[in-house]
């Protein structure tokens, strides 16, 4: 998988309840408005891509310790994601986006963070693109 980069916001979250790692709805989207991780807080801040064939992914997500005692927790998302164009073309995109579909009211849908591509994509109708994740679907750790 290109470099999943976490946003500062997401990681003030974490430890305050706000966000729960376990039990809270993670979706992917996709969008061409440019991130940064200092920058962009929630989806709100994003103009994501209506999709022809597509929508937003939910993510079945875990978040467990990778080796008892290891202090290295793993947040993982159970699958690769797959778009694929129908009836339509999809794009462009540069951005991957992950965010927390449960928190209300504030903040609201906040972004945990992005695959930037580096330039945008088009699918034409019928093409996929997936995001592939490691073996262990790992998005990213915390220590």
């Given amino acids: 998988m290109a470099t999943f980069t976490k946003t500062h916001e997401f990681m003030n ?4 309840g706000k966000i729960n790692l376990s039990t ?3 979706k992917w989207s996709l969008t061409n408005t440019a991130i940064t991780a200092a920058g962009t807080q929630v989806l709100a801040d994003l103009t994501p891509l209506t999709l022809n064939g597509g929508a937003f992914k939910t993510a079945t997500c875990t978040f467990a310790e990778t080796a008892g005692g290891s202090g290295i927790w793993r947040f993982s998302v159970g699958a690769d994601q797959v778009w694929t ?8 995109f540069q951005y991957v986006v992950l965010w927390d579909d449960t928190p209300s009211p504030t ?3 906040p972004l945990v963070g992005f695959v930037n591509y580096g330039s945008p994509l088009t699918l034409n109708d019928t093409e996929t693109f997936t995001l592939d994740v490691d073996a262990n679907f ?3 750790t915390i220590s």
Avoid: N
């Fill in 13 to 16: 979250y974490l430890g305050t």
């Fill in 24 to 26: 809270d709805v993670f």
């Fill in 85 to 92: 164009a129908s009836g339509g073309s999809i794009g462009p």
């Fill in 107 to 109: 903040p609201t849908d």
């Fill in 138 to 140: 790992e998005v990213f």
